[in-house]
């Protein structure tokens, strides 16, 4: 009889415990589905995917590569604008953002292209490994245009580095948006256009919002962009 043969995938990650991979699940539900321009993510407006993105910040991950660009298909800022077509380019870069923090608070190995962290785009094309340097290059035309979402990556690494989700990690769908509680901490994502108004009963301490890091003190409620 012929050898079974078992894939190096993540389906067969148990025989290789060393090993991490890429999560497509991952990027198909934040962003929306590669293959597909006009198809929504949880992160670019199908809100009714956060049930889906809730166990992507509760579960053991640690065999799992989080991205939502990488060498091949199109660029994330790319894909955003295609499948969010009426919305306006500061909504665009509010959704990039959003992205680039799931990539970073997720469990899992956090990756991110470069480019990323400044919106880059590749004029929608799919593949560009056999482009000239006109498409391929990073310039700093691109990094001073979108400094803001590089001091927004920035910021959030630097908490990440305090913050790392753990087996203490919960997180819940309230409406559209995620709650994501860790000991101490909490994290909540509103991909919404409207604000909101997160409710509670004590005090807290605002560490992070819209483009960077902060703090100071709130008491009941705290209104979430």
């Not at 009714?48 to 809730?54: D, F, K, P, R, S």
């Not at 991950?61 to 990488?70: A, S």
């Not at 880059?120 to 560009?128: A, D, L, P, Q």
């Amino acid at each position: 009889a012929e050898k079974e043969v078992k894939l190096a995938n993540h389906d067969n990650r148990e025989l290789m415990p060393d090993y991490a991979f890429f999560d497509d699940e991952f990027r198909d539900c934040f962003k929306g589905n590669t293959f597909d321009y006009a198809n929504k993510g949880y992160l670019t407006g199908n809100y009714q995917l956060a049930n889906w993105a809730e166990k992507f910040f509760s579960n053991d991950r640690h065999q799992y590569i989080n991205f939502v660009q990488c060498h091949d298909n199109m660029t994330c800022f790319d894909k955003i604008q295609l499948s969010c077509p009426d919305e306006s380019h500061q909504r665009h870069i509010a959704r990039q953002k959003l992205l680039i923090a799931a990539v970073l608070f997720a469990r899992g190995i956090s990756f991110i292209s470069a480019g990323q962290e400044f919106c880059i785009s590749k004029g929608n094309r799919e593949n560009c490994y056999n482009a000239s340097d006109e498409i391929n290059n990073l310039t700093n035309y691109d990094k001073s245009k979108y400094q803001q979402v590089i001091d927004y990556t920035t910021a959030l690494i630097g908490i990440k580095k305090e913050i790392i989700l753990n087996d203490n990690s919960v997180c819940k769908n309230y409406d559209g948006l995620l709650l994501i509680k860790n000991n101490n901490y909490e994290l909540i994502f509103n991909p919404k256009e409207e604000k909101c108004k997160y409710s509670f009963h004590d005090e807290k301490r605002v560490i992070f919002e819209k483009k960077k890091k902060t703090d100071y003190l709130v008491n009941n409620h705290f209104e979430i962009d």
